[in-house]
């Protein structure tokens, strides 16, 4: 069974910085495209970035210049550095990936990981 968990939310003031990581684990044949949802009370859900194997990365407007996501192909992990951070940015964060099981190929997603940005 494949699973994602994100660490790294917590609370911090605006203008501060966060990163957060993902470990996709289980019986992993591959991984293709990985990224970073959100969700704030309230809202839809909303992309936040992407990363593809071949690290093309795309960035809502919201969060470009911004943000930073990376993966490590060797450790299965993607992560998301979260810099000059606003109250808007305060969210559930939710990692998700597209992954090659040896039950076949499926879109995955983590338990989410609280982000809260207020002085």
């Known amino acids: 069974q494949v699973q994602l968990l994100e660490s790294g939310g917590g609370l911090v003031q605006p203008g501060g910085s966060l990163r957060l990581s993902c470990l996709a684990s289980?019986?992993?044949?591959?991984?293709?495209?990985m990224g970073w949802d959100r969700q704030a009370p309230g809202k839809q859900r909303e992309l936040v970035a992407t990363?593809?194997?071949?690290?093309?990365?795309t960035y809502s407007d919201s969060v470009k210049g911004r943000f930073t996501i990376s993966r490590d192909n060797a450790k299965n992990t993607v992560n998301l550095q979260m810099n000059s951070l606003k109250p808007e940015d305060t969210a559930v964060y939710y990692c998700?990936?597209?992954?090659?099981?040896?039950?076949?190929?499926?879109?995955?997603w983590g338990q989410g990981t609280q982000v809260t940005v207020s002085s």
């Open positions: 998700n990936a597209d992954i090659e099981s040896y039950i076949g190929r499926r879109h995955y």
């Open positions: 990363i593809t194997s071949g690290e093309i990365t």
């Open positions: 289980g019986r992993i044949v591959d991984i293709y495209t």
